[in-house]
């Protein structure tokens, strides 16, 4: 008993702080206005501070058919993060309860198994009343919801349009690589004249 409610305070907590906003809204853009705990550490990430960014938003899984996705997601982020691409990685349990695991054995299978350095962020509902706030923008702004794990959201520098891809697409696939390619083409907003 003991063991569920803490499991409830602790779901509590990450909902409450994945609801804080960031920085002042004058300074983030909307869509990014979110605080979400790291899965490594817990510790506090912004997504303000990818606003100068093209962002890949995947929701994630260990013991799901795409998981596979999570090489090229990695190859994919080693090769673009130079040219200013974050892939934001998201576990959830939300789909055939494929994450069971704790924050720390996902990171540790992610680490081990597919070497994922990119950012990802605790475990948190992506579906339904109980979507964390930036997936329900995510499903808002798209028309289009997670259906199954390893969904896409492509997020453009400045946070001002957003392209949704279904878990069967790639992280190879050529239309989400051509507007990746479209995304990062367009400078940050400091350098642009």
């Not at 702080?17 to 550490?41: I, M, Y």
């Not at 892939?87 to 349990?93: A, E, M, Q, T, Y």
């Not at 680490?111 to 994922?116: D, I």
């Amino acid at each position: 008993m003991f063991k569920q409610i803490r499991r409830w305070f602790g779901l509590a907590g990450l909902l409450s702080v994945a609801a804080v906003p960031a920085v002042a809204a004058d300074q983030c853009p909307p869509l990014l206005n979110h605080v979400f705990p790291r899965l490594q550490d817990g510790q506090p990430y912004s997504l303000c501070k990818l606003r100068d960014k093209v962002i890949l938003v995947v929701n994630t899984a260990s013991y799901c058919g795409f998981t596979g996705q999570y090489e090229p997601l990695e190859k994919l982020y080693e090769r673009l993060a130079p040219r200013g691409l974050v892939v934001l990685g998201f576990p959830s349990n939300d789909f055939g309860e494929q994450e069971p695991g704790s924050d720390r054995e996902i990171a540790e299978f992610c680490r081990l198994t597919y070497g994922v350095e990119f950012p990802m962020l605790a475990k948190s509902p992506v579906k339904g009343a109980q979507a964390n706030p930036f997936y329900r923008q995510l499903a808002d702004l798209t028309g289009s919801k997670p259906r199954w794990n390893f969904h896409k959201y492509l997020i453009n520098r400045g946070a001002t349009q957003v392209a949704a891809f279904g878990s069967l697409t790639k992280p190879d696939d050529p239309a989400l690589l051509a507007k990746l390619e479209a995304f990062l083409a367009t400078p940050p907003e400091g350098e642009r004249r």
